[in-house]
C-alpha cells in the first residue's frame, strides 16, 4: 500500500496526481469539489463510527473538535446516535459541532468531561480525536459498563490507561489506522446531505499558498479546513 503524504512518499499538492483505478470512485454531480476533496476524512470518521459499533439510540462521546471529530459528529449522527456530546477547548469548533449534530458540549477549558456528564447516563462510545492524554483518561472514564473506547486521535507513543475502570466494566479500547471499504459509503453520505462537509471548509488557496493553507489552523481563528485548488 502506498499512501500519499506518508513518507517517503510525496503528497497530493501539485496539478496532476496519477493514482491505481481500484482507488478512483465515481463522485456524482450533487457532491462539489470542495465536499469530494474531504470524503478521505470522512472516510476516517466512518471507520471510527463502525470500530465503535455506533448504532440507532446510541450515545456517543467526542473528545476533539477538530475536523475528524466533526466528521465523527456528523457519521454518528447519521448512523442514528441519539446523544452526541463533544469536548474540546475551542468554542468556535464547539459552536460547529452544534451545528452538524452534538447534541451537547463541554468546553474543556473550564470543565472537565466527568464533572459535565456526573449526572446524566453514561456515553456508550467514545470517539477519541484530540490526541490529548489527559482528555483520553477522562473520556475513558465516563465510558459506563460494556462500553467502547475508539482511539482515533494521534498523540505521544505511550498513553496512561486507568486501567481498573476498564476492567470493571468491561471496557473494549481499539485503536484506528485509516479505513478500510469507507468509500461507497462516503460518497453516498455526501450525496445525500446526511453529511455537510463543506460547512468544515474555512479557507480556499491556490497551489502556490500551499504554506498558507497548512498554517491557516494556527494562524486564523476559528479555522477548521483548508481547500487547496491545484488549478487556482
Known amino acids: 500500500m502506498v499512501f500519499h503524504a506518508t513518507p517517503p512518499v510525496d503528497g497530493s499538492l501539485a496539478e496532476l496526481v496519477t493514482i491505481h483505478h481500484a482507488f478512483a470512485h465515481p463522485v456524482p ?10 470524503l478521505e476524512p470522512l472516510s476516517v470518521g466512518i471507520w471510527a463510527c463502525r470500530k465503535g459499533e455506533v448504532r440507532p439510540a446510541s450515545r456517543v462521546l467526542v473528545t476533539g473538535a477538530g475536523p475528524i471529530g466533526l466528521v465523527c459528529v456528523q457519521v454518528a449522527k447519521a448512523c442514528g446516535a441519539t446523544e452526541i456530546t463533544v469536548a474540546d477547548v475551542n468554542p468556535d469548533r464547539l459552536a460547529v ?17 466527568g464533572d459535565t456528564l456526573r449526572d446524566a447516563d453514561p456515553p456508550q462510545v467514545l470517539l477519541e480525536c484530540s490526541g490529548h492524554a489527559g482528555v483520553t483518561a477522562q473520556g475513558v472514564r465516563a465510558l459506563g459498563p460494556g462500553g467502547r473506547a475508539v482511539l482515533v486521535g494521534m ?15 468491561e ?6 489506522f485509516r479505513y478500510a471499504g469507507t468509500w461507497p459509503t462516503a ?8 453529511v455537510d462537509l463543506e460547512r468544515l471548509v474555512t479557507g480556499r488557496y ?10 491557516a489552523v494556527r494562524d486564523t481563528p476559528g ?10
Open 206 to 215: 491556490g497551489l502556490a499558498d500551499a504554506a498558507s493553507a497548512l498554517t
Open 171 to 176: 471496557l473494549v479500547v481499539t485503536g484506528t
Open 155 to 169: 498523540g505521544g507513543d505511550e498513553l496512561t490507561l486507568p486501567l481498573s475502570v476498564i476492567q470493571e466494566r
Open 29 to 38: 454531480d450533487t457532491v462539489s469539489d470542495e465536499a469530494a476533496a474531504l
Open 223 to 232: 479555522a477548521i479546513k483548508s481547500i487547496i485548488n491545484p488549478q487556482a
Open 187 to 194: 460518497v453516498a453520505l455526501a450525496a445525500s446531505g446526511r
Open 97 to 113: 459541532a452544534v451545528e452538524v449534530g452534538a447534541t451537547r458540549i463541554i468546553d474543556t477549558a473550564g470543565a472537565t468531561v
